[in-house]
């Protein structure tokens, strides 16, 4: 029996190559299988409590409530909603935007996501009913971020997200998902492609409902020169799972990662990435912070590839967890893969509780015991949140990190 019957698939419409490359993706999953904790991209997940066929009913449209600081300032706001349907968005000068469905590139527009070896890619592409393209033109510099809403409903909750930049092109795009107050299985895949000079940053921010399952992928392809700066947070949903991938594929190309979450109650975080260096002279940068309090658990693990032929490239990679009470949980894996000898790889990775020295230090000046506590947890994320330049998520991120330090029992 397929995993997502024919009457899912019709169901979606769109124009022929779209319906086509859905079922496409559809036969390849059936032949992939869901994904299970057995498989090592997916140690220590939840992945085997997913019961795919309760998220294929039709659901709810639903609107989320987003920050409004996050939409100060924008060149322009894409509004998602859970159907596809693309709110109107005027695009700055040099920008394009356009629905996945009437792109005049068609298919081509996608990556190879029917070939991947990832079932929830595959699955994603399954089921989506549409998405968005952002193309930015050779050499066009837009000043202003380009935010998109993605609002999460109930069931089911795909969508494509395909930003592409020019020779020697700079932009801003942060995408924010909101809603997913019911049950819903959101399943999100950003394809960046950067080209040679070019320089991107993207943020994503999930800001789900507790009940919500949020399976994200971001894959970027960086040229000759290029830059990508990336600033992922998870803040909400019950299992949040992220897998960033960048391949640095141009001689000089380079990549920032900085990527947060906070866990409480049953929360599950679970982030796994890789820094893909195949040209020579690549450079990749990637800090991690998280905490997790009550019981709730999170997942770190990454992959620092150097493939032959990435002479002279060089590779950072670092996570650090806050346990904030004794029955949260984290895990932290950090994997180097080298076929290259001139290369310079460091990784650090570490998991603990609030420093005691710290705390002793603060209280001695007069500071109580919680006021010191959530001061050097907001001290801990300050660090790399002060670092990430995408737009105004930065400063929203702290803030709902601030408001729910409130409630958060440390120790």
Excluded at 133 to 162: K, L, Q
Excluded at 266 to 283: F, G, N, Y
Excluded at 293 to 301: E, G, I, N, P
Aim: a negative charge; hydrophobic letters at 40%.
């Amino acid at each position: 029996m397929p995993l997502v019957s024919t009457d899912v698939l019709a169901s979606l419409g769109g124009p022929s190559w779209l319906v086509e490359r859905r079922a496409e993706a559809a036969a390849h999953l059936d032949v992939l299988g869901l994904p299970t904790s057995r498989d090592e991209v997916w140690r220590y997940s939840p992945i085997d409590d997913l019961e795919l066929e309760r998220y294929l009913e039709p659901g709810e449209s639903g609107d989320g409530i987003v920050p409004p600081a996050l939409l100060a300032g924008a060149g322009a706001v894409i509004e998602i909603r859970r159907d596809g349907a693309i709110g109107s968005a005027v695009a700055p000068a040099g920008v394009t935007i356009t629905a996945l469905s009437a792109h005049p590139e068609g298919a081509n527009v996608l990556n190879a996501a029917t070939s991947t070896s990832d079932p929830i890619v595959a699955l994603s592409m399954a089921t989506t009913p549409d998405g968005v393209v952002i193309d930015v033109e050779r050499g066009a510099m837009v000043t202003e971020p380009i935010v998109i809403v993605r609002h999460v409903g109930s069931g089911i909750a795909s969508g494509h997200t395909i930003v592409r930049l020019g020779e020697g092109a700079i932009a801003t795009v942060l995408e924010v998902h909101v809603g997913g107050d019911g049950e819903v299985l959101s399943l999100p895949v950003a394809e960046l492609f950067v080209a040679d000079g070019a320089n991107l940053s993207f943020g994503s921010v999930q800001l789900l409902g507790r009940s919500a399952w949020h399976l994200a992928t971001i894959n970027a392809i960086v040229g000759r020169d290029g830059a990508i700066n990336e600033l992922t947070a998870g803040l909400g949903a019950h299992y949040d799972r992220l897998r960033a991938d960048t391949v640095l594929a141009g001689q000089g190309a380079s990549s920032t990662l900085r990527s947060t979450y906070l866990g409480d109650g049953e929360q599950i975080h679970d982030l796994r990435t890789m820094q893909d260096h195949v040209a020579p002279r690549t450079i990749s940068n990637l800090l991690c912070k998280g905490a997790v309090a009550d019981t709730s658990r999170s997942v770190y693990t990454g992959l620092i590839r150097m493939r032959h032929g990435a002479v002279k490239s060089s590779a950072n990679q670092s996570n650090h967890n806050l346990v904030l009470s004794e029955t949260a949980h984290a895990d932290s894996v950090p994997n180097l893969d080298i076929s290259e000898n001139d290369v310079r790889c460091s990784h650090a990775s570490t998991v603990g509780p609030i420093d005691e020295d710290q705390r002793y230090y603060l209280e001695s000046r007069g500071i109580d015991r919680p006021a010191a506590e959530r001061l050097l947890v907001r001290g801990f994320f300050a660090d790399l949140l002060e670092r990430a330049d995408v737009g105004p998520a930065g400063p929203v991120i702290s803030a709902d990190i601030e408001r729910r330090l409130a409630g958060i029992e440390v120790g």
